[in-house]
């Protein structure tokens, strides 16, 4: 089993700046890819980025440019610094893991608004 738990969200104004951070712990060497997901009401759960070890991130073209994943395989933990926030990010993230079995955290909510 592996747990995740997530920080960091919520609420900022246009434009500004928010870094989420997702902490795993457990049967960590069964994870190969971590990231992060968002579900906004009434939409379905879509991938915002992600990062396989080794790999190379991979963006929802909605954030490319603007958000950056980053995976610190020493303290298990994955990282999202979101930049230039629009309302339409507005949503809970969730953190996700997988490898032997896919793992999501409890999520957290950001809120973009003025």
């Known amino acids: 089993q592996v747990q995740l738990v997530e920080s960091g969200g919520g609420l900022v104004q246009p434009g500004g700046s928010l870094r989420l951070s997702c902490a795993a712990s457990?049967?960590?060497?069964?994870?190969?890819?971590m990231g992060w997901y968002r579900q906004a009401p009434g939409k379905e759960r879509e991938l915002v980025a992600t990062?396989?070890?080794?790999?190379?991130?991979e963006y929802a073209d909605s954030v490319k440019g603007r958000f950056t994943i980053s995976r610190d395989n020493t303290k298990n933990t994955v990282s999202l610094q979101m930049n230039s926030l629009k309302p339409e990010d507005t949503a809970v993230y969730y953190c996700?893991?997988?490898?032997?079995?896919?793992?999501w955290g409890q999520g957290t909510q950001v809120t973009v608004s003025s």
């Open positions: 996700h893991a997988d490898g032997w079995h896919a793992y």
């Open positions: 457990g049967s960590i060497f069964t994870i190969n890819t």
């Open positions: 990062l396989t070890n080794p790999g190379t991130p």
